[in-house]
């Protein structure tokens, strides 16, 4: 096993572990019903499910993940786009986004690896675009399909570039992020949603912005190197 299959795989080992004690110290979820998931999936509301602007350009971090990482960039046949909002798959989505967030130590792409946008999936430390890289990751190895786990770009409270993973559900469109262990519907974050991928199409971003026309400036990966 090369040195960085042995790192990845040792990082997969701690998300286990963490992710293991979570669900351990957590309530014991009775797995949801198909009732229980029509009576949540009826209580939306709908500014819980992000509208959609027209389309945008993919964010350049995205293209060079691809390219290193072709497997985790496959387009597949949607079937269904939205999982049922049930306890335990909702139990599920905060085990993982807690278990991630303490498994991988915040840093810069310039301090791990000498550049200004680098998006990979982190083996001990990352930036916001690596630790929703992992999650989708490791969501989609538990079944989760793809078409529901999409990166988004957002500006965050201080108005700064910030990735997370948008997860879309019967309930709503829930966000899985670094910076908090809690997972929360879009709209009860502090952000400005920018854009994030199509659910038919991996490689096509889409736009969150009403006044997607004005085109952002270099944020989470959207332009190489901030130029």
Known sequence: MSGVAARRAGIWGRVVAVGALALAASPAWVPGTRAEAQM???????????????????PYGWGQFCRANPSQCRETRVT?????????????LDTVNRAI????QPATDLEVYGVTEYWTLPTTRGDCEDYALLKRK????????????????VRDETGDGHAVLTVRTTAGDY????????????????????????????????????????????????????R
């Open 40 to 58: 949540i999936k009826t209580s939306h509301s709908p500014g819980d499910f992000m509208r959609v602007f027209g389309q945008a350009t993919a």
């Open 80 to 92: 269904e786009s939205r999982v049922p909002a049930t306890r335990a798959m909702l139990a599920e």
């Open 101 to 104: 967030n303490t498994a991988i």
């Open 138 to 153: 490791v969501l989609a190895e538990r079944g989760w399909p793809t078409a529901a786990l999409l990166m988004t770009v």
């Open 175 to 226: 966000v899985l992020d670094n910076k908090v262990s809690d997972i929360k519907l879009w709209h009860e974050t502090p952000y400005t949603y920018v854009m994030r991928q199509s659910y038919l199409n991996p490689h096509v971003w889409v736009s969150l912005d009403p006044g997607h026309g004005a085109g952002p400036a270099a944020i989470a990966g959207v332009r190489p190197n901030g």
